[in-house]
């Protein structure tokens, strides 16, 4: 992996920040793309919010891009563009937490502080024998602390790299090659024969599902886009004037007539039948009816949120996955 053989804080700043809640399959290109239009702190730190998050597009969470756009204007201001050192200065930047923190202060600094990702708890888990579900704040402490007396403080990153790839490639979640394993005569799991019972997970919530009602309204070459300015889902990204219902049924006749005529649009035309999506988010899942119109005239647009877009500019906007797959699918705009 390209940041895998790197000391330069910034890159592995970088890579964590996009992995973070993002399989390495599907970061990669983003750490590549990033690093192609942002070399160096300062030219993150440069850059406006809106290309940042246009390139972070696909990505989900994207306050992970916002928080790593705010800390890269912190690093390349107020340290003159040197990234902090100690495991305190880098947990106090927007967006790093203690996971993260630790990953770059023991790849980038070695720093005695262990990482304890996914793998990390698998292996341990299964190598201690905890029956306790990782999820929980107490069980990570205790596998945190069984990370950090196993690391010492000889070669923290060493100790870091080889129990997390030991984990992704002999100690995995599905068939481990527990007979060729080196710690097998004193792994708890292998010897009480709980390796598939391991690690143990609380039960998963179940997704919260919301019910867009968006309005795709043109004039022309122009759009009626929606900065999504509270703090909910793609805060900061665009998509268009909505209802969000509690239910998937399609707005009725009526209800789209009123809707149009209360924010000035009584002339408005259906150009197309509506149609459906659906995206599915960690903790939501996300139903979206699309409703296409076309407005001889537009009036004064009726929230500040609201804003003219050119068709030919929409490309350079940050949409959430369900609106850009929208507008390819239905519009042919990429």
């Known amino acids: 992996m390209p940041w ?5 804080p910034y890159l592995i700043w970088l890579s964590e920040i996009i992995l973070q809640q993002t399989r390495v399959s599907q970061g990669w290109a983003y750490y590549e793309k990033f690093v192609r239009h942002y ?13 940042v998050l246009k390139d972070w597009q696909g990505l989900g969470y994207n306050s992970r891009a916002r928080n790593m756009h705010a800390a890269a204007k912190y690093i390349a201001g107020e340290l003159a563009g040197k990234f902090p050192a100690t495991y305190s200065e880098i947990l106090g930047l927007k967006g790093v937490g203690p996971y993260t923190a630790a990953a770059i202060g023991s790849f980038a600094f070695d720093l005695p502080y262990p990482v304890v990702d996914g793998n990390v708890k698998r292996v341990l888990s299964r190598y ?32 870091n790299q080889a129990i997390m790839n030991f984990g992704a490639l002999q100690c995995t979640p599905i068939n481990p090659g527990c007979q060729t394993c080196p710690m097998k005569a004193s792994c708890a799991g292998f010897q009480l024969d709980l390796v598939d019972k391991l690690p143990v997970k609380s039960p998963r919530k ?45 707005q009725s006749v009526a209800n789209r007539k009123a809707f149009l005529e209360e924010h000035g649009f009584a002339q408005a035309n259906r150009t ?7 995206q599915l988010l960690t903790h939501q899942s996300i139903h979206a ?46």
Not at 45 to 51: I, N, V, Y
């Open 289 to 334: 009816i699309f409703y296409a119109y076309e407005i001889s005239e537009i009036p004064r647009l009726p929230h500040d949120t609201w804003h003219l877009a050119d068709r030919k500019n929409l490309s350079t906007f940050a949409f959430p996955k369900i609106i850009a797959r929208y507008l390819e699918e239905q519009w042919g705009l990429k």
């Open 4 to 8: 895998s053989n790197t000391k330069d």
């Open 272 to 278: 197309s039948s509506p149609v459906q999506y659906t």
């Open 39 to 51: 070399p160096t702190v300062h030219d993150l730190a440069a850059a406006s919010e809106a290309r």
């Open 206 to 250: 179940k997704r919260k599902k919301r019910f867009f009602h968006y309005y795709f309204l043109s004039s022309g070459d122009q759009v009626i886009l929606r900065k999504r300015t509270a703090r909910d889902i793609w805060q900061h990204m665009y998509d268009f004037p909505v209802i969000e219902n509690r239910s998937r049924s399609r």
């Open 128 to 159: 201690f024998g905890i029956s306790e579900p990782v999820d929980l704040p107490s069980t990570h402490r205790d596998i945190e602390n069984k990370a950090r007396s196993l690391m010492g403080s000889h070669q923290p990153s060493e100790f």
